[in-house]
């Protein structure tokens, strides 16, 4: 299995390890397409009606694991979400890599929108704490870690983030001692949902799940508008869940965890893509100056660090 330089795992090797899942399985991959290439490899084999989730950095392996447990839960309990594929419920091994396999959604429409996503969180957001070790919600560690593995970085933007870190650290400590944990999927954005034939709406992508105040998942409708563009989307999701986030006395909190988040994500990949690089740099900028008018580009519309 070939490493890049960079240390991370190509998409050539990313299609190497899908296919010698698939060959264990004994499914067919000729239809088999790339869907994500980020922290995650996720290939879609539609003939055989599964996903391929293939981690392609070690640090995320505990999260495999977590992520499988998860899935057995939310199948028994009925929720939301996409469903293992029940021909293997455990984390597989292909050499370095940890991956998981779930069952194709095919794309069925309309396409979700924001009003199922806050419908869909509503829903989520009413189940118990799981059975499961969870990790509490923590987006300072998470910054850290994403720091830690950097690759690229300067001196300036290490130490502009790190003391971000350490400046919002006491204030999210404080939250997590005032609100009782609740299950939190971490991620939540109209991307991370999926729409089944049969009509229901259903999320996917469970490495950020954790246990922490509801709040974090309204976060990053308002954020990403404000940041991406786009206008309703905010007023859409706080109509379908029944509650305006900005109305939070943490709100302030909740917008600057998310912004950060949205930077320290790309800092494994800055020596494999210049495109990220330069995104990275103006998103940083922008933060430093409090430009909070400053419009930024998704990462997921750039060209992948892999391609590069």
């Not at 996903?51 to 899935?71: E, G, N, S, W, Y």
């Not at 933007?157 to 944990?181: I, K, N, Y």
Request: a neutral charge; charged letters at 20%.
């Amino acid at each position: 299995m070939s490493v890049g330089a960079t240390g991370r795992f190509t998409e050539e090797a990313m299609t190497q390890a899908m296919r010698q899942i698939a060959a264990r399985l004994a499914v067919p991959t000729d239809d088999a397409r790339l869907l994500h290439l980020t922290n995650n490899a996720v290939f879609a084999l539609p003939e055989a009606k599964l996903v391929i989730r293939i981690a392609r950095t070690h640090r995320l392996h505990d999260r495999v694991a977590k992520v499988i447990d998860l899935a057995r839960w939310f199948a028994a309990t009925d929720a939301p979400t996409i469903r293992l594929a029940p021909v293997v419920q455990e984390p597989i091994v292909v050499g370095s890599l940890l991956a998981s396999v779930w069952t194709y959604v095919p794309p069925t429409t309309p396409a979700p929108t924001v009003n199922d996503l806050g419908k869909v969180l509503r829903e989520f957001h009413s189940l118990p704490a799981p059975p499961i070790a969870l990790p509490e919600w923590d987006p300072i560690g998470d910054a850290r870690r994403r720091l830690a593995d950097a690759e690229g970085l300067s001196h300036d933007e290490h130490g502009f983030l790190s003391r971000w870190c350490d400046r919002l650290e006491p204030q999210v400590t404080a939250l997590m001692t005032q609100t009782s944990p609740r299950l939190v999927h971490g991620d939540a954005h109209v991307g991370n949902l999926l729409r089944e034939p049969s009509g229901r709406v259903v999320m996917c992508d469970f490495d950020a799940t954790c246990l922490g105040p509801w709040q974090v998942d309204l976060a990053a409708v308002p954020v990403g508008e404000a940041r991406f563009g786009g206008v309703g989307n905010h007023a859409r999701l706080a109509a379908a869940y029944g509650f305006d986030v900005v109305t939070d006395p943490w709100w302030p909190l909740l917008h600057e965890a998310r912004e950060l988040k949205m930077i320290a994500a790309a800092t494994p990949f800055l020596a494999s893509s210049s495109v990220i690089r330069a995104e990275f740099r103006w998103r940083v900028r922008s933060a430093q100056s409090n430009d909070h008018d400053a419009r930024w580009t998704p990462f997921a519309d750039l060209a992948t660090p892999a391609k590069e």
